[in-house]
Nanobody, 121 residues
Framework: QVQLVESGGGLVQAGGSLRLSCTAS????????ICWYRQNPGKSRDLVAR???????NYADSVKGRFTMSRDMVKNTAYLQMNSLKPEDTAVYFC???????????????WGRGTQVTVSS
């Protein structure tokens, strides 16, 4: 139904910026919301930011004022602009999509494979 691919991760110094991309394929018009999560080995996967189909955004307290989500409906891509990066932002970042299954009223989730973000001190 929906497949996601993340890109844009890399190595950056503290205080620097990165922009992550999440591109959807399959049936992207069925997506209700896109979320960014992050996770380190042995740790939980934590919600970072969310954007709904209406364009409203929400952010974890730890990234408010530094991270911004946006979307390009033509490119079927959601972005996470990360500014003023800190070493504690280092993690694998995953894109998640909540979408409605075709010809049903049921919803499901799709996940990308993740992209590594490393912030050096």
């Amino acid at each position: 139904q929906v497949q996601l691919v993340e890109s844009g991760g890399g190595l950056v110094q503290a205080g620097g910026s990165l922009r992550l991309s999440c591109t959807a394929s399959g049936n992207p018009r069925s997506i209700k919301a896109i979320c960014w999560y992050r996770q380190n080995p042995g740790k939980s996967r934590d919600l970072v930011a969310r954007i709904t189909s209406a364009g409203t955004t929400n952010y974890a307290d730890s990234v408010k004022g530094r991270f911004t989500m946006s979307r390009d409906m033509v490119k079927n891509t959601a972005y996470l602009q990360m500014n003023s990066l800190k070493p504690e932002d280092t993690a694998v970042y995953f894109c998640n999509a909540r979408y409605q299954l075709a010809s049903t009223t049921y919803e499901s989730d799709a996940w990308g494979r993740g992209t590594q973000v490393t912030v050096s001190s």
